[in-house]
């Protein structure tokens, strides 16, 4: 069993910078691919970033630019550092653990909310 323990969202205003943090129960980023989701009101939950066993990083195209992903191996803890927020960026984030199989795990989502 993983848990997962997202933190960091909160009221910001446009333009301003958040960093949300995943925190893993046990050193997992060798084998789980780690992954950023959002989902807004009445909308699907879409990826907003990924980090792969080996470092790799991709980003929706919403994000691109404004986003970076990056892991912390000896905190067993994926960050998401978000700058120049826009309102479409509000949302529940929430943080996957993803390996072969189908093994993945979810943390319990932290709310980012971007308004003046």
């Known amino acids: 069993q993983v848990q997962l323990v997202e933190s960091g969202g909160g009221l910001v205003q446009p333009g301003g910078s958040l960093r949300l943090s995943c925190a893993a129960s046990?050193?997992?980023?060798?084998?789980?691919?780690m992954t950023w989701y959002r989902q807004a009101p009445g909308k699907q939950r879409e990826l907003v970033a990924r980090i792969a066993t080996g470092g790799t990083t991709n980003y929706a195209d919403s994000v691109k630019g404004r986003v970076t992903i990056s892991r912390d191996d000896a905190k067993n803890t994926v960050y998401l550092q978000m700058n120049s927020l826009k309102p479409e960026d509000t949302a529940v984030y929430y943080c996957?653990?993803?390996?072969?199989?189908?093994?993945?795990?979810w943390g319990q989502g932290t709310q980012v909310t971007v308004s003046s």
């Open positions: 046990r050193n997992i980023f060798s084998i789980y691919i």
């Open positions: 996957n653990a993803w390996r072969a199989y189908g093994i993945e795990y």
